[in-house]
């Protein structure tokens, strides 16, 4: 299966968690019951999430091109299973993904591909609230994650150009000397005098980026939680080990980042043989949601 990884303007893909209480708790749940209780969990995702992609995407509900849906997990009163059928409960969890674009592509499945690394990362760090976000050129992404709902918050202008831009003003160089420079001072391997000037280049620019960083956080609602969420970063350049020691002020409270690694594979995620226990409910959700929208 070949993956097209796209940036949060370009495709659209949500986790999120969909609660079916059944009628008949004491009753064994059988295959024709999962069926069913599939098919209104995926239409119920889809029917709350097509609105969203559809604005950010800029296109009509209609244009939406469904790309991938996928179960990725299921609990029967509160308690994860495999197979879920032959079991009894009142309330059944399923958590779905699902991944949208507005234009039809090439031969491949296009996915937000920054939305399913922050699913990764909260599996692996077992984050219940936390924020996820990809540094690239010019933009910064932020996704947020809780334990229902995994999914774009927000984009802002901040990126490796910034930086760029601020040293090479400073030091009247073109980019890409003025980036090896920068890179050399990331690295702690500039003299005392030089790691003061380009550190006051660097803090000034990345000043922006805390300000917009913290402003999202905060009207996300991390203030109204008892702990501060943890904020962790992937950027597509080096930054200073001094930007994961430092603590950032928000309200009475304070935010630490925390660097991430390459390992967050999508591929990986989206290999049929990772989430092979739930390779028949996956169909099942395709299937159901297939003919709701032009397919890829």
């Known amino acids: 299966m070949k993956i097209t990884d796209l940036s949060s303007n370009k495709a ?25 209780h599939i098919s209104q969990a995926v239409w ?11 604005d950010r995407l800029g296109k ?3 244009d939406l091109i469904m790309t991938d849906a996928r179960v990725v997990g299921v609990k029967i009163d509160g308690h994860q ?25 090439s031969d491949s499945v296009g996915v937000e591909g920054g939305s399913i690394r922050a699913h990764i990362l909260s599996h692996d760090e077992d984050i219940k609230n936390g ?13 947020l994650i809780t334990d229902i ?23 009247d160089l ?46 996300a609602g991390a203030l109204k939680l008892e702990e501060t969420p943890p904020v962790y970063i992937k950027s597509n350049f080096i930054l200073p080990e001094r930007v994961f020691r430092k603590r950032y002020a928000l309200g009475k409270k304070s935010i630490s980042l925390k660097k991430i690694s390459d390992r ?19 169909e099942l959700a395709k299937r159901r949601i297939k003919w709701a929208t032009p397919t890829r």
Not at 264 to 282: P, R, S, T
């Open 12 to 36: 659209v893909t949500i986790f999120s968690t969909v609660k079916i209480t059944r009628e008949h708790p004491t009753q064994a749940l059988t295959p024709i019951d999962l069926e069913n």
């Open 44 to 54: 119920k995702f889809y029917n709350d999430c097509r609105s969203e992609a559809a």
């Open 60 to 62: 009509s509900e209609m």
């Open 81 to 105: 299973v495999i197979n879920p059928s032959g079991f009894t409960g009142r309330e059944l969890e399923i958590k779905l993904c699902m991944s949208m674009v507005g234009e039809r592509g």
């Open 131 to 143: 924020y996820y976000i990809e540094i690239d050129d010019d933009k910064s992404h932020i996704f």
């Open 149 to 171: 709902r995994i999914a774009h918050l927000n984009s802002f202008d901040w990126g490796r150009s910034n930086i760029e831009k601020v040293v090479q003003e400073r030091l």
């Open 174 to 219: 073109d980019s890409e000397v003025a980036y090896l420079i920068y890179n050399q001072y990331a690295n702690g391997k500039v003299s005392e005098k030089m790691d003061r000037f380009l550190g006051r280049a660097f803090w000034g620019s990345f000043g922006e980026f805390t300000n917009a960083l913290l402003m999202n956080v905060r009207n």
């Open 264 to 282: 967050l594979d999508i591929e990986g995620f989206l290999e049929d043989g990772v989430h092979g226990i739930y390779e028949e409910l996956n």
